[in-house]
């Protein structure tokens, strides 16, 4: 008997919509939300395709946020079959976007149609934020709509981005926030020279060495109960014109800082330059905050999705704030409570990306329990 969350997620994972290219997915999702009473609005900007879907005006209100598009496939010979025509071999389907996050957003909708069909009239309402632009820049996807719903005043009271979130097994790891990004471009001045006359010059490199090695040993915070400390890694280091007999006069540092709420941009940005101007380097540094780090602790909504894991997947799920960004960080602009819910992240961005076809239903019913234990019991 066919299943209708793998039936959507195959639907979808059809279209190839690699970023920004929504290729027709919102327009599926669109035909199924339509009827279920919900009032669809386009956001689209910059050629990124946006859909803000909301049934019911009453609050408290729960969105389900996602992304429809995918990263580019790879060499296509490398695939076992086309990773635009979804197939099930083994109990495992098949297909760009199965793991990221098409399954996700499938069993959405099908959680939805049976919340919204088993309870017409229930507490609370529901929206769907959906964007094209997750895996690009992410300059024109969910920051464009967020932007539009803080322009009139509309607050989430709680949302499930479907990011592929589990390590081993569905529902063994979900997230309840995630690390800040701050990046730089720190340039070291020196004097360029002739090698052979090393006290004419002044090499950059050799001054900025031993404040490399204390910046690599600093520890910036200490973390807290849901975060790991705060890391400072350098990605690439550029000096010199190439030649063996030129002192460069100047090298290029980029480096990143992954930071907790343990820490502040703004207080790291003090730290790190105290440090450079301890060792009298002559510098300027170009900053770049990439996200603020954002965090949901023990309160409604992550006691509603730990025992819905547990009730559907019979595990306890843990709380983590690992790995990188998503559009979480632009969504905690204007919610209170979000989570991010999704199935096994092992082969995300890989060839031959797939998940357990057995994790689709139990995902939906996940994401259903969720709803039930939050707007029924407002």
């Known amino acids: 008997m066919s299943d209708p969350t793998l039936d959507l997620a195959r639907q979808i994972m059809s279209c190839p919509s690699v970023t920004p290219d929504d290729a027709g997915c919102m327009e599926i999702f669109a035909q199924r939300l339509a009827p279920l009473g919900f009032q669809l609005e386009r ?30 496939t790879g060499p296509l010979e490398k695939w076992s079959s086309p990773p635009f025509a979804p197939e099930v071999r083994n109990g495992m389907l098949y297909g760009r976007g199965a793991a990221d996050m098409k399954s996700s957003l499938a069993a959405m909708v099908t959680a939805v149609e049976a919340f919204v069909t088993a309870h017409p009239e229930h507490p609370g309402s529901l929206a769907f934020l959906l964007t094209s632009d997750e ?106 014109t190439g030649a063996t007999n030129v002192v460069p006069g100047h090298v290029e540092v980029k480096f990143n800082f992954r930071f907790s709420t343990a820490s502040t941009p703004e207080g790291l940005q003090q730290r790190l330059c105290a440090i450079l101007d301890k060792h009298g380097l002559d510098y300027e540094i170009k900053w770049t905050l990439g996200a603020r780090p954002f965090l949901t ?57 797939c998940i357990a076809v057995a994790g689709l239903p139990l995902l939906s019913t996940v994401y259903r329990q969720i709803l039930e234990k939050i707007l029924l019991s407002a």
């Not at 390590?167 to 997230?175: A, P, R, S, W």
Request: proline letters at 5%.
């Open 43 to 72: 956001i689209d900007r910059n050629g990124t395709s946006n859909l803000w879907a909301r049934r019911g005006t009453a609050k408290p209100l729960f969105v389900f946020a996602g992304h429809t598009d995918v990263v580019p």
């Open 135 to 240: 895996e690009g820049d992410a300059t024109d996807g969910t920051v464009a709509v967020v932007e539009a719903l803080k322009a009139r005043g509309e607050h989430l009271d709680y949302c499930i981005i479907g990011e592929p979130t589990s390590v081993n097994t569905l529902g063994d790891m979900i997230k309840n926030g995630r690390r800040g990004s701050l990046s730089g471009v720190l340039t070291v001045k020196g004097i360029q020279c002739h090698i052979a006359y090393p006290e004419k010059g002044r090499n950059p490199i050799h001054q900025f060495a031993p404040a490399l090695a204390e910046l690599a040993a600093t520890e910036w915070d200490a973390g807290n109960e849901y975060y790991q400390p705060t890391t400072w890694q350098v990605s690439n280091i550029h000096g010199g």
């Open 297 to 353: 602790g023990r309160g409604p909504l992550a006691d509603a999705a730990s025992a819905a894991i547990r009730a559907v997947c019979g595990i306890e799920t843990e709380l983590s704030t690992t790995g990188g960004t998503s559009d979480g960080r632009f969504i905690a602009e204007i919610c209170s409570q979000m989570l991010e819910i999704g199935p096994v992240n092992e082969t995300s961005h890989k060839i031959d990306e």
